[in-house]
């Protein structure tokens, strides 16, 4: 499993996160305890190439 969470700029107000992952069985070995509602997973390989998925508040991921 191979995934960052970034930040975007120096100040921020909100802790989102956005996580690369290697393929969609990635999104499993996340643990709930790391991801919050809004944060995203970026699939960068695999059948699922290039697909985008947002935590929703039940700590899902939802394909966009």
Same mark, same amino acid.
């Given at each position: ?8 700029? @120096? ?22 305890? @790391?991801?919050?509602?809004g944060?995203y @997973? ?23």
């Amino acid at each position: 499993m191979a995934y960052v969470k970034t930040k975007e700029g @120096a100040n921020s107000t909100t802790n989102q996160k956005e996580f690369w992952l290697d393929a969609y069985a990635d999104l499993a070995t996340i643990p709930t305890t @790391a991801f919050q509602s809004g944060d995203y @997973a970026y699939i960068l390989s695999g059948d699922n190439k290039g697909e985008i998925y947002i935590a929703n508040s039940l700590k899902a991921w939802i394909l966009q």
